[in-house]
């Protein structure tokens, strides 16, 4: 039996002297540069006793090292589980302990705060550290640049990705050969991605957006990446004019249009922008065409599915959406009650189903149970509705949903709005409790540069374009809003700073 996808991403291009990565020091390293360490990686971590469907947890710096060590784990079968760098120390405790990880490779910083969470599960620590040292690659270093690659099939898992945890215990999302595979190719298709493209990489590595769209891609063809620590404005445009494909999170592409060397000249011969992770305004996506003449595509994926729509590569990019189920994937809007399939127009939650959509969920079997339909349909969580054209829209999640004297408010609908009013760069509309209605709308307004908003104005915009019970009881200013490292609005962190502000005196 085959390793379906080391062979299909990765293998095929053994001993091909064409460049993969382009680092910023200038240097460059051939896909069969790549491929022989990750080989000698996989040589070193079987070695220290790692059997295939073993766990290996990685908190470390975005490296070529620590992509080469994804690809390891690959050609081992160990099951890759990365970490948010930005994890503290207590926060991984429970990711190693629930994962039963018998290997951990973390930054030689915190080499002896990791080191007691090893021992009850008998597990190693090894170090990897931004610059590609550290005792793991020690290890690495003279073992054979061949490996005799451990057979994989498309129900045999090759990753678990924690979910980000804002209500409760984050879930580890078992993710197989077969669903990561199954969405590269439909990608690569979709997206028009060739050996030719060359895309500019500067998302971090410990996500489904930098390390299963991004990095598999450009795996699966034969491609390019300039592969960037992080997203620096300098460097970006530094680095622009080689690229001819860029992915990016919204934050990236505001601050590209908040520097004057970011020009139409500048990118007028790339192919493609996409944008994901977080919703893109649409004032975004105005002044990115009007700036550049390029309109981004913005699409829609999870933890636990990878990517489920996209807007189309030819046609319109409709902004605002995230436009259509992607071949092979089953997408419906239900009633969250009865999980009956909704009239289209209205809003409810969305359900996916197709080979991209995950295993389940690690020891957790009622979580899996409630979230996994017997049918194979995934209860995404998040409200949406498809337009009349087909486009689909993302009106919010439904922990998100505002319940307000037994009215149901979507956030989304109030925020469009609040986007429009003058003064107003961006917004976020959470519910916060109420001694009369049980919640009640709360606006959050971020400023544009160099303007003040407005609050009382844009009440009676409000008023005038909403129904009363969506009105916003009050708008606070905030400088900025608060989000994760992939640019998601963390509105949890909202609803805790502003519960009190309506409690009864």
């Known amino acids: 039996m085959a390793n379906i996808l080391y062979d299909k991403l990765m293998g095929k291009h053994a001993g091909k002297a064409t460049p993969f990565l382009y680092l910023p020091d200038g240097g460059v390293i051939t896909h069969a540069q790549f491929l022989a360490r990750a080989a000698q990686l996989a040589n070193a971590i079987t070695g220290m006793g790692l059997a295939p469907g073993d766990r290996l947890a990685v908190q470390v710096e975005k490296s070529p090292e620590a992509l080469a060590l994804y690809a390891a784990c690959v050609q081992a079968g160990v099951i890759f589980l990365p970490l948010n760098t930005a994890y503290t120390v207590s926060e991984l405790a429970y990711f190693i302990e629930n994962s039963g990880a018998r290997l951990i490779v973390c930054d030689s910083a915190k080499k002896d705060s990791v080191a007691p969470m090893a021992g009850p599960l008998d597990a190693r620590v090894e170090t990897l550290d931004a610059d590609g040292t550290g005792s793991l690659m020690e290890a690495a270093q003279d073992q054979p640049e061949t490996f005799e690659t451990v057979a994989r099939g498309a129900d045999d898992l090759a990753a678990f990705l924690y979910t980000s945890g804002t209500t409760g215990r984050s879930k580890g999302a078992m993710l197989t050969q077969g669903n990561l595979l199954s969405n590269t190719e439909v990608l690569v298709d979709h997206w028009r991605f060739s050996g030719d493209d060359v895309l500019l990489h500067a998302l971090p590595i410990f996500h489904t957006h930098g390390l299963f769209v991004a990095t598999n891609i450009i795996l699966a063809t034969g491609g390019a990446m300039i592969f960037l620590p992080k997203f620096d404005v300098d460097r970006v445009i530094e680095w622009l004019p080689k690229a001819t494909t860029m992915m990016g999170v919204p934050t990236f592409y505001t601050r590209l249009l908040d520097d004057a060397r970011f020009t139409g000249d500048l990118v007028g011969h790339m192919r493609l922008f996409i944008s994901g992770s977080a919703p893109l305004l649409a004032e975004t996506h105005v002044q990115f065409e009007e700036r550049t003449g390029h309109r981004i595509l913005e699409r829609y994926g999870m933890t636990e599915t990878n990517m489920n729509t996209s807007n189309p590569y030819d046609g319109e990019r409709r902004a605002g959406t995230v436009g259509f189920a992607l071949p092979g994937v089953e997408l419906k809007v239900t009633d969250p009650e009865s999980g009956k399939t909704l009239e289209q127009g209205e809003i409810g939650q969305i359900e996916v189903r197709g080979p991209n959509v995950f295993k389940g969920y690690w ?80 606006g959050v307004l971020v400023p544009e540069k ?40 963390q509105k949890n962190i909202l609803r805790d700073t502003f519960k009190d502000m309506f409690a009864a005196s």
């Open 450 to 489: 160099g303007r003040e908003p407005d609050p009382d104005a844009i009440m009676e915009a409000a008023k005038a374009s909403l129904a009363r019970f969506k009105h916003p009881r009050k708008l606070v200013v905030m400088e900025s809003l608060p989000r994760n490292t992939m640019g998601k609005v």
């Open 363 to 442: 020891q957790m079997p009622e979580k899996t149970a409630a979230e996994l339909r017997e049918d194979g349909f995934f209860i995404t969580g998040d409200l949406g509705r498809i337009d009349e054209d087909g486009y689909i829209h993302i009106v919010g999640r439904n922990k998100d949903l505002i319940i307000s004297g037994g009215y149901n408010i979507y956030p989304k609908e109030i925020e469009l709005l609040l986007d429009d009013q003058p003064g107003v760069l961006e917004s976020a509309v959470i519910g916060v409790p109420h001694p009369d209605f049980g919640e009640t709308v709360l």
